[in-house]
């Protein structure tokens, strides 16, 4: 099989800006491809790169494609390097479309019985002025606040926290995302405050790579209550088999879009019955479609849609981009199938020439 290889580079400024533990987002930057077979069939996937993540840069993606050429053979498109995740994940996407247009990354059919719609966490903004957000999202009837937490002064931020947590909903929960910018002493102090308050769990506390830091989240996962996630110690493919292999219990907090191999990392999450939460990386429509696709069908396959208790799923980050055209479906509580597959690829395509 040969196909007609075509990629656009973006860069999008995004609607406001996004501030973590890493540093402030004002722009996202990535590739998007396109497919074409023989039969004249498209398909389309989304390099949604991370590189404060661990992922390949924009430029390490583009220049990939365009080493690629305009034609190409499956040998070509599997060579791509693994250390090139995005770009495999956007080619996978792309290739898959073309194969199985009538289903999902895991083979369902079309006609097999997905959850009509799963649960919605929204992204808070760092610092105060998340107070101010929650309660518009909170009358919007959301139930899971995600917010960035390690971006400021912790004093302000543990202040920022009680408010919060007495500002919650009855029932509703709330997800701190440190981004790994604690160390031992600060996550223990936080994970202290947690202790008795409505946090679901805490999210990468700690760096992925800085020294120990296997030995350290497992201990703060033993000694306090509230659950820690793991989220950018899962850049890859590779990542997630090494925590499932050493045992993590706790949360894994998984991308889709930055895996290359998102069948066989979902294949071995399923195996090892571990507890999953499906998360945005920002992506355009492009990306957040594949990336939703995997969700449902994990909540199929698993029993684990609404009725059956999955986690709220991350993926409540719009409106991002200051051109709308780009995002994904409307934040909202519920996320619904029918508008996954009402995203057209095509018109994200077009935007972007």
């Known amino acids: 099989m040969n ?36 039969a004249g069939r498209f398909g389309y996937g989304e390099a949604a790169v991370m590189p404060w993540f661990g992922t390949e840069t924009a430029d390490d993606g583009g220049e990939a494609c365009r080493a690629l050429g305009d034609r190409v053979s ?6 791509v390097p693994g250390r090139l995740g995005c770009l495999r994940n956007a080619i996978a996407s792309a290739r ?13 059919t079309a006609s097999e019985k997905r959850p009509a719609y799963l649960g919605m966490a929204v992204l808070l903004p760092a610092g105060r002025a998340a107070l101010e957000q929650m309660a518009a999202k909170a009358e919007a009837g959301f139930r899971v606040f995600k917010w960035k937490v390690g971006a400021g002064d912790m004093a302000e931020e543990l202040g920022v926290l009680d408010d919060l947590c007495a500002a919650l909903p009855p029932g509703a929960k709330l ?3 440190a981004n790994g910018a604690w160390d031992r002493r600060r996550a223990e102090r936080w994970l202290e405050r947690c202790a008795e308050r409505p946090v679901e769990f805490v999210e990468q506390p700690v760096a992925a790579g800085a020294r120990g830091a296997e030995d350290l989240l497992f201990g703060l996962a033993g000694d306090w209550p509230t659950p820690i ?18 045992g993590w219990r706790g949360v894994f907090v998984v991308k889709p879009s930055l895996l290359a191999d998102v069948e066989g990392a979902v294949a071995r999450l399923k195996k090892a019955s571990v507890n999953v939460v499906f998360s945005s990386a920002l992506e355009t429509a492009i990306g957040a479609r594949a990336a939703l696709r995997v969700a449902f069908d994990w909540a199929r396959s698993t029993g684990g849609g ?19 055209r780009f995002d994904g479906p409307a934040a909202a509580p519920f996320v619904r199938w029918e508008d996954v597959e009402r995203i057209n690829p095509e018109a994200i395509w077009t935007a972007l020439s």
């Open 3 to 38: 196909y007609r290889f075509e990629f656009r580079r973006y860069r999008l400024l995004l609607r406001v800006a996004v501030r973590t533990a890493h540093g402030v987002w004002t722009e996202r930057e990535g590739v998007v491809v396109r497919l074409e077979d023989e």
């Open 74 to 79: 499956e040998e070509q498109l599997s060579g």
């Open 96 to 108: 898959g479309e073309i194969a199985n247009p009538a289903t999902g990354p895991d083979g369902a």
């Open 175 to 177: 997800r701190l995302d």
């Open 229 to 246: 996630a793991l989220d950018e110690s899962l850049v890859g493919d590779g990542d997630i088999e090494r925590w499932v292999g050493v």
């Open 306 to 324: 609404q009725a059956g208790g999955q986690r709220a799923l991350g993926f409540g980050v719009w409106p991002l981009f200051a051109d709308a």
